[in-house]
């Protein structure tokens, strides 16, 4: 049997429907409410797994790992021995978690290293490093170019050639349970100056964000066909916008302001490996793309993706079901073509999609779309509609494939607006 076959079970409790089953096991970061000291950690149905403490009983024996590996405050250390060893330590937990382990001792002291999934607070999974935007989805890119430039010529020139993408901030980037303030900006009305004030078109961007487990160095490239091997993992990414600000300042270099007060990761970085059953084909890519571009093989991923807004003190919500496929351009291609003129990656650098919109009005990844610019209501249940984000609501992303009665999924992927600050500058 395959260390992640679909009939794999395992002795702890998973429900069918959760996110995380025995053949998932990704990685994060967590800590025990009230402790200093993080772990990392995986998990398994509603349990998380203590790594630190599995690793101080012996359960990874004969894997090579420095004592306290499991015990910092970011995965990065941990990433960087490589895919082999992360693939070993998975393969391990499996054994240790399958019905009918013969690790009975480390099985007997499980009090010790499962802890129920409320009892703990995630952090961030990784130190990001940089952090860089992609614009990979075809029917996003579509649908913003029709809306702001040309409705019959919607896609810049560039679009098909390369996957458009920005340097973005990484230091507010915050993990998934987070709440931040509307920020505030400079908006120009249709007639007069420019004025100050809390945005009032506040958005959230539906994208999957891929984190780097190697480092090149300066003038270095990755091929396409080797991408894969330096991608760790990935987790959802709600890429928090503010479109009236973004309107009057992205001209001439692109956002600034309206992207980076907040971004959403969700905590668990859900391996490659984890996500081979949901590979698919990309799109047919017409016109061919420069050599360097090129690739063979399935390098897009089934994955369904949602969107849901939860009023404060109402119940969420679905707006958008989108999915992984939807995009143009793989993750390979946009580490290939990241990297092409010698640009060096690290490890726990953050790369996302771009907002991953689908064709049908449905499939929509940004309230901007769903909204069509604010002309039309959303509607949210219970009577209430949403043209964009309001304070109070809470906006909650999900993904997950299904394969063969298995379900991969990445949990959620959570943060609250609340009200512009009173005593914030201007
Ligand atoms: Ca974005």
């Known amino acids: 049997m395959s260390p992640f076959s679909p009939a794999l079970q395992s002795w702890v409790p998973c429900s069918p429907d959760s996110d995380f089953p025995i053949q998932n ?19 398994i149905g509603e349990r998380v797994i203590d790594l630190a403490v599995l690793h101080e009983i012996g359960a990874f024996e004969g894997i090579p790992l420095p004592p306290s590996i499991f015990l910092h405050d970011q995965l990065n250390p941990f990433i960087a021995l490589g895919k082999t060893i992360g693939r070993t330590v998975r393969e391990r937990l499996a054994e240790i978690l399958r019905e009918g382990t013969s690790h009975e001792g480390i099985k007997g002291a499980a009090t010790r290293w499962l802890i129920p999934v409320r009892e703990v607070q995630h952090l961030l999974p990784v130190q990001i490093g940089d952090y860089t935007d992609f ?9 913003v170019g029709k809306m702001f430039r040309d409705p019959e010529n919607a896609l810049l020139p560039n679009w098909k050639h390369l996957p458009v993408g920005y340097h973005g901030r990484a230091s507010s980037i ?3 349970g987070h709440a931040f303030h509307r920020p505030k900006g400079q908006i120009k009305p249709e007639e007069g100056p420019p004025v100050f004030g809390p945005t009032r078109l506040l958005d959230f961007e539906l994208e999957m964000a891929f984190v780097t487990g190697k480092e090149t160095a300066p003038g270095d490239c990755i091929p396409t066909a080797q991408a894969e091997d330096a991608i760790f993992g990935l987790a959802l990414f709600n890429d928090w916008s503010a479109r009236d600000i973004q309107k009057w300042e992205y001209v001439p270099l692109g956002p600034f302001l309206a992207k980076n007060f907040a971004s959403t990761l969700s ?3 859900v391996t490659l490996e984890a996500l081979e059953p949901f590979r698919v084909s990309g799109p047919e890519q017409d016109p061919p793309v420069l050599p360097y571009l090129r690739q063979e093989g399935a390098h897009h991923f089934d994955i369904h993706l949602e969107v849901a807004i939860q009023p404060q003190g109402g119940e969420p919500y679905t707006v958008c079901h989108s999915n992984l496929r939807h995009m143009y351009w793989s993750m390979s291609q946009q580490l290939a073509h990241h990297t092409i003129n010698g640009c060096n990656i ?41 043209r964009f984000v309001q304070d109070g609501d809470t906006v909650i992303l999900r993904g997950y494939g299904t394969r063969d009665g298995v379900r991969i999924g990445f949990g959620e992927c959570v943060a609250t607006v609340l009200p512009a600050r009173e005593d914030a500058c201007g």
Request: negative net charge; charged residues 20%; aromatic residues 10%.
């Open 174 to 176: 915050q993990v998934s």
């Open 25 to 43: 096991l990704p990685f994060g970061i967590c800590r025990r409410p009230g402790e200093d000291r993080a772990f990392a950690a995986s998990i």
């Open 135 to 143: 614009y990979s989805s075809l029917d996003h890119a579509t649908n």
């Open 346 to 386: 690290r490890v726990g650098d953050l790369y996302a999609s771009g907002t991953i919109s689908g064709p049908d009005t449905g499939s929509f990844g940004s309230m901007l779309e769903l909204s069509w610019k604010g002309t039309r209501e959303v509607p949210l249940g219970e009577g209430q509609t949403r």
């Open 267 to 269: 905590p668990w970085l």
